[in-house]
């Protein structure tokens, strides 16, 4: 049996660009030729893509690390190199893309065909005919290639149900399922029997239908990490009714409210919103006399709170075709879930604003300095700090964005380390 894994970490990184090569014409009668390198290739993307056929997120419990190719570099002749392909990644439906660390949802996958870049690839180096003025005609430095985009991202599964089916554990929620639609779950008479979510589509007359989701039973503490129900917990959050099961005959039973009441304190400790979502109460195992003669009492009190009630049968189908069609008729009335996306490139809206002044940060680490911010850092890592030209114009850069007089200011003195990005330098005047 495939086994169910619906949360998994991963690290992903997208391609380097190429370097910029440094080249000169050298032809035959062409005196004088100039510079000629070309640009290196950009590097791939990491792209998400949502695999229909995929149902969990198995396959990342064996590969946690994933790069795509870098860019080619550039030639002489203005030869450019050839960008590296994307790298697609296929995921579920349901898949939820969050940045470790930040928390920050980076995309909502939950259509099959969906696309979504999670790591930019770095752009291509330039080559040294792009450096070429009427002051220096003849450059002899280019660009190395920007680093990929890299960071670690957490995948989650939230499998995509209209209606989500909650309660005790052996409460008949696994029949229930079983009885309006083809699904086979495991069902046997013992705590925790449904170990995995189960899914099934539901048909309802007059042609409609809706996906049903067995949630497995949720326990007081579930929130807290207390029995299995907290694992799937995040697998309610996509639906938009829950059926809430109650067995009035549970022998651990405080009473209908009572349980009623305890699981949806769990809801809302895990989430507040999975508290407000649209609930309809079953009152399973209707075909037993003392379930019968409970049922006014128990159906009174849930009325008197505005909870609709409807008594079913698993063992028999009872009530189950009049709760179906009910609850099929709530989602009509609902609004249709909007998944969150990132944006692709020919998606996004095209605004044009002013580049803003970049920014950076200088700390000291006991050993020297570090100089640490997104502009400054990509500046580093595209220089030959091994060619002089390439040194006096990171040089110019950093004087232009105000690092030295920062570095001053912070107390460097000649012969300190600093650090810049992957670059350690030894402060001086001739460098800041």
Do not use: W
């Not at 790591?119 to 009427?134: C, D, I, L, Q, V």
């Amino acid at each position: 049996m495939t086994a169910f894994v619906d949360k998994a970490k991963i690290d992903v990184k997208a391609g380097d660009g190429g370097n910029g090569v440094t080249s000169f014409r050298r032809e035959k009668y062409v005196p004088e030729g100039g510079p000629d390198g070309g640009d290196g290739g950009r590097g791939g993307d990491v792209v998400f893509v949502v695999d229909g056929g995929l149902r969990t997120l198995l396959d990342f419990r064996y590969q946690r690390h994933f790069k795509a190719p870098r860019g080619e570099h550039g030639q002489g002749g203005n030869c450019y190199g050839k960008s590296g392909h994307d790298l697609e990644i296929g995921v579920p439906p349901g898949t939820t893309v969050v940045e470790d660390g930040s928390g920050e949802v980076l995309a909502d996958l939950t259509e099959p065909g969906q696309r979504a870049v999670i790591a930019r690839g770095g752009r291509g180096g330039r080559g040294n005919s792009h450096f070429a003025t009427p002051t220096n005609q003849a450059p002899r430095f280019s660009e190395k290639g920007e680093p990929g985009e890299e960071r670690t991202v957490v995948l989650e599964l939230k499998l995509i149900a209209d209606v989500g089916l909650i309660g005790y554990p052996n409460v008949g929620k696994s029949t229930v399922l079983s009885r309006v639609s083809a699904a086979k779950p495991k069902i046997a008479d013992y705590p925790f029997t449904t170990l995995t979510p189960n899914l099934g589509v539901v048909s309802v007359p007059g042609g409609g239908s809706f996906v049903l989701a067995d949630i497995p039973g949720l326990i007081e503490g579930a929130a807290q990490g207390i029995g299995l129900g907290h694992e799937f917990l995040r697998h309610v959050e996509r639906t938009r009714v829950l059926v809430h099961v109650l067995d009035l005959v549970r022998p651990e039973s405080q009473g209908a409210l009572t349980d009623f009441e305890a699981v949806n304190r769990e809801l809302e400790l895990y989430d507040p919103e999975l508290g407000r979502k649209r609930q309809l109460v079953a009152v399973n195992k209707i075909d037993l006399p003392e379930v019968r003669d409970r049922l006014p009492e128990v159906t009174a009190e849930f009325e008197r709170r505005g909870i609709e009630v409807h008594p079913v049968s698993a063992a028999t189908g009872q009530g189950l075709e009049g709760l179906m069609a009910r609850v099929a008729a709530e989602l009509d009335r609902l609004p249709a879930p909007t998944p969150v996306r990132a944006p692709e490139p020919e998606e996004a809206e095209r605004v044009f604003r002013l580049k803003p002044r970049a920014t950076f940060e200088v700390t000291s680490n006991g050993e020297g300095y570090l100089v640490t911010g997104a502009e400054v850092e990509r500046l580093a890592a595209m220089t030959n700090f091994e060619n002089e030209e390439a040194v006096r114009r990171f040089q110019r850069a950093m004087a232009r964005m105000g690092v030295d007089r920062a570095l001053k200011d912070a107390g460097a003195r000649v012969g300190d380390r600093v650090r810049v990005g992957p670059a350690e330098l030894e402060y001086s005047e001739d460098i800041f």
